[in-house]
């Protein structure tokens, strides 16, 4: 399946992995934290590193804080992003219910090079804001996304933080025919 979604493609994995799951995921959703902390490890190590599996990572933001989290990460230097992503999701509990999200966002964008200037910049990008919540148009009117997170595999939409064996059983199939598995 062809992912057409608005904005850059921020993917994990080979671009001719046999298979690639398209992670809708809101940045204040304790639920995607879950997934990225404790289970997409595990898909890494298991599908990722050894060339089956693709996660291209899209956009889903459920309120204005994780909106604008989105927006911090899109303005990550290339390579940082996965890096910054990683770490807002890790520390989640702490800059999403902070009483100042937008001081404790420009704390964490330092820890990948995005100084005050550029943190500003980026905040305030009217057509990154807009490029966003178009993405999550696009992932809500093409495949019906309510919640988060909501992973599309196969042109297929399972909705949560699936633990591993969940997606050993989704992938296997799938990774059967093509010598992958």
């Keep these: 399946v062809q992912d057409q979604a608005p904005g850059?493609?921020?993917a994990l994995g080979a671009e001719d992995a046999p298979v690639t799951i398209i992670d809708y995921s809101s940045l204040?959703?304790?639920?995607?934290?879950?997934?990225h902390n404790e289970i997409l490890p595990a898909l890494k190590e298991k599908y990722i590193a050894t060339g089956k599996v693709r996660?291209?990572?899209?956009?889903?933001?459920l309120d204005?804080?994780?909106?604008?989290?989105?927006?911090?990460?899109?303005c990550a230097s290339e390579g940082k992003y996965f890096q910054l992503l990683d770490i807002l999701f890790a520390r989640?509990?702490?800059w999403a219910a902070s009483e100042n999200?937008?001081?404790?966002?420009?704390?964490?964008?330092?820890?990948t090079g995005i100084d005050e200037k550029r943190f500003?910049?980026?905040?305030?990008?009217?057509?990154?804001?807009?490029?966003?919540l178009e993405e999550r148009l696009y992932g809500q009117e093409t495949y019906k996304i309510q919640s988060t997170p909501t992973f599309i595999i196969h042109g297929e939409t399972h909705v949560g933080a699936l633990p591993i064996e969940d997606f050993d059983g989704i992938l296997a199939p799938l990774l059967s025919g093509t010598g992958a598995n």
């Design 8 to 10: 850059p493609v921020r």
């Design 28 to 35: 204040t959703c304790p639920h995607c934290a879950k997934f």
């Design 55 to 61: 996660l291209v990572y899209r956009n889903f933001p």
């Design 64 to 74: 204005n804080v994780a909106h604008k989290a989105a927006m911090l990460v899109s």
């Design 92 to 94: 989640q509990r702490n």
């Design 101 to 111: 999200p937008r001081e404790a966002l420009a704390k964490l964008g330092k820890m």
């Design 120 to 132: 500003e910049a980026c905040i305030n990008d009217a057509d990154l804001a807009n490029l966003i």
